[in-house]
């Protein structure tokens, strides 16, 4: 899921370089979404990237490359370059069948949620989440609400107040070990200390996982992913909507 700027502007990304093989300058995408400043683009390519739709090519300007389209774009078939195989190899592998791609499909139960403040539940018994959705798609947390869609979790992660969970999508939090496809457990909060994980909602467009970091009266959004940078916005920008307590695998 994408916003409509980030949809738009990754469709005018992937025209461009199919008509010129030259991805288009800031001021041009600029331009395209009507927007007044290149700090807006700034932030709808950091997006992008982190969602992995698509990647910064290194130590050259302007270089951007595709590596998906949305969903219910049909007809285009975007492939990331793959390294080249050894000529022995390589009549074996073109005559390979291709493996069919398996979509991600959270193991959930059907059911419904009713919040309960101070809840505590004991070790042994299983609590159902609202599942509300991905994070890091670019959506406020109160657009995902689903009770129609509830996930399991150990009754330990639930200390008190009100529990929600949310599928990550992305690598942005790797080396906190928040992998894609990990279901985290959020505890709904409107503050939290500096360093916490938490789900902070930016221009009341933009949810995102990330490291709380406090500086001065700024307010940094830290990833934990070097190859990602950390954005740095007013307080008036960011809205804390909860705080990680817990992380969920399948294997």
């Keep these: ?38 700090s807006g683009i700034h932030r709808l390519i950091t997006g992008l990237e982190e969602r992995g739709f698509i990647r910064r090519l290194p130590h050259r300007a302007r270089a951007l490359e595709v590596l998906r389209l949305p969903e219910n774009v049909t007809g285009t078939k975007v492939e990331a370059p793959a390294p080249a195989a050894h000529p022995a190899f390589a009549e074996a592998a073109a005559a390979a069948p291709a493996e069919p791609r398996t979509p991600f499909h959270p193991n959930v139960i059907k059911g419904h949620f009713a919040p309960m403040p101070g809840m505590t539940a004991g070790a042994g018994e299983p609590v159902d989440l609202p599942l ?12 995902l609400r689903d009770t129609t869609a509830t996930v399991p979790v150990p009754g330990s992660l639930i200390t008190g107040g009100e529990h929600y969970a949310l599928t990550v999508e992305g690598d942005s939090m790797i080396e906190a070990g928040i992998l894609d496809g ?8 409107e503050t939290a200390e500096n360093g916490s994980i938490v789900v902070a909602l ?50």
């Design 132 to 143: 509300y959705g991905k994070i890091a798609a670019g959506t406020p947390i109160e657009a």
């Design 1 to 38: 899921m994408l916003t409509r700027k980030q949809y738009e502007l990754l469709m005018f990304i992937e025209k461009r370089l199919r008509a010129t093989g030259v991805s288009p300058s800031f001021d041009e995408m600029k331009d395209a979404l009507d927007l007044k400043s290149k």
């Design 182 to 189: 990990d279901t985290v457990i959020i505890r709904r909060c």
């Design 202 to 251: 930016v221009d009341s467009q933009e949810a995102t996982l990330k490291r709380l970091r406090r500086k001065g009266s700024s307010i940094a959004l830290e990833p934990a992913n070097a190859k990602y940078e950390t954005r740095v916005f007013g307080p008036d920008r960011v809205q804390i909507q909860g705080r990680l307590v817990g992380l969920l695998r399948q294997y």
